[in-house]
């Protein structure tokens, strides 16, 4: 069975610094995994997505994630974080079952960026 | 593209009134998702279509939630009695099936959501 566990459901960096958020997945066989963020009052947004081709994946606002499989990590970064980077971050992972697919979210990881 | 479209965005009800929430998909995605939002349970999947045609429907939480799909381009989520529990923010999103590397994948796209407060 698939699932995501996102590690840390608060993270607070200054402005200008180095932003991680942490994603480990489990799957029994070659995951999809995407990264989601929310900003107050919207909805969920596809940030950038793993589909089995290169391991390290570019989304927008320059956010980045590596697949490692070895670590069954999706971690997701950005260089120097932006005010406007404070929102809520989901991982997620797709589940194929009976035929048909769907997301399995994770808990979510609410960043804050303070000056 | 108008991305997904949810009507309406904020609703406020007394307990006991019937609910409907609207969802009208991305035209060609041909799978629809039902989500609810809480700070308590965070995001729950409550049911899907794919083809309009209900798939899994374990995450509707009691009878008192039903959905429709009747064609490609509208869904309904209705709660019929509400209760102030169901106060939450609903998501739709929709998806088309992207042929993969190691098989098929969907990518969701979300509305912006109904805010529902139940009183």
């Known amino acids: 069975a698939q699932s995501v566990t996102q590690l840390g459901s608060h993270v607070s960096v200054s402005e200008g610094a180095l932003v991680l958020l942490r994603c480990n997945y489990s799957s029994s066989v070659p995951p999809y995994l995407f990264w989601y963020v929310q900003y107050p009052n919207q909805g969920l947004q596809l940030l950038l997505k793993?589909?089995?081709?290169?391991?390290l994946v570019k989304g927008i606002n320059g956010f980045e994630a590596e697949f490692k499989k070895s670590e069954t990590s999706f971690h997701l970064t950005k260089p120097s974080a932006h005010m406007s980077d404070a929102a809520e971050y989901f991982c997620?992972?797709?589940?194929?079952?009976?035929?048909?697919?769907?997301?399995?979210f994770g808990a979510g990881t609410r960043l804050a960026v303070h000056p | 593209d108008a991305g997904v479209i949810q009507s309406p965005r904020h609703e406020v009800t007394e307990m006991g009134q019937e609910v409907t929430l609207r969802c009208k998909p991305i035209s060609g995605h041909n799978s629809l998702f039902w989500y609810r939002q809480t700070m308590m349970r965070g995001l729950e999947l409550l049911i899907y279509f794919n083809n309009n045609v209900p798939i899994d429907d374990s995450g509707m939480p009691e009878d008192r939630f039903s959905a429709k799909m009747p064609n490609a381009s509208f869904s309904t989520l209705k709660i019929q009695p509400s209760e102030p529990r169901d106060s939450a923010v609903y998501f739709c999103?929709?998806?088309?099936?992207?042929?993969?590397?190691?098989?098929?994948?969907?990518?969701?796209?979300f509305g912006p959501g109904t805010r529902l407060t139940v009183l």
């Open positions: 793993y589909t089995s081709a290169a391991t």
């Open positions: 997620a992972v797709n589940k194929f079952s009976g035929g048909y697919n769907k997301l399995i």
């Open positions: 999103a929709s998806s088309k099936i992207h042929p993969g590397l190691a098989g098929a994948y969907n990518e969701q796209f």
